[in-house]
Nanobody
Framework: VQLQASGGGLVQAGGSRRLSCAASGRTFSSYVMGWFRQAPGKEREFVAA????????YYADSVKGRFTISRDNAKNTVYLQMNSLKPEDTAVYYC?????????????????WGQGTQVTVSS
C-alpha cells in the first residue's frame, strides 16, 4: 500500500488542524493505521492508531483528549484531527499501516509509511 500524508502547515497555539493520509494499492480496510510524529533531534513518537473498521482507537497520553483519529474506508483515507495544539506538537507527522493490532506504539511494527507532513505550532 502507498500512503500520502497531507494537511500540515503553520498554526497558532490553541488552534486546530486536520491531517489526511490517502492510501492506494491493496485493500485499505485490511490495515491498521497509525500516526507518528518526529521533532528535530528526537525519536519518532507514536501519536494514535485506529483498527480496520474504525471501531477501536488508541492514543498516546500526550495527545489524548486533544487529537482524534478516524478513517473512511470508502475513501481509503485516515484522518488526524488535532485540536488545542501546543508548540510541543510541532513535528513532522507520518501515517503508517500494518496488519495487526498489537504493540501499536512501536514504529518497527508498521510495514508502510507515508512521506510525512510538517506541522508547526507557533506560540
Amino acid at each position: 500500500v502507498q500512503l500520502q500524508a497531507s494537511g500540515g502547515g503553520l498554526v497558532q497555539a490553541g488552534g486546530s488542524r486536520r491531517l489526511s493520509c490517502a492510501a492506494s494499492g491493496r485493500t485499505f480496510s485490511s490495515y491498521v493505521m497509525g500516526w507518528f510524529r518526529q521533532a528535530p533531534g528526537k525519536e519518532r513518537e507514536f501519536v494514535a492508531a485506529i483498527n480496520w473498521s474504525g471501531g477501536s482507537t488508541y492514543y498516546a497520553d500526550s495527545v489524548k483528549g486533544r487529537f482524534t483519529i478516524s478513517r473512511d474506508n470508502a475513501k481509503n483515507t485516515v484522518y488526524l484531527q488535532m485540536n488545542s495544539l501546543k508548540p510541543e506538537d510541532t513535528a513532522v507527522y507520518y501515517c503508517a499501516a500494518r496488519l495487526r493490532w498489537y504493540n501499536l506504539g512501536d514504529p518497527t511494527k508498521y510495514d508502510y509509511w507515508g512521506q510525512g507532513t510538517q506541522v508547526t505550532v507557533s506560540s
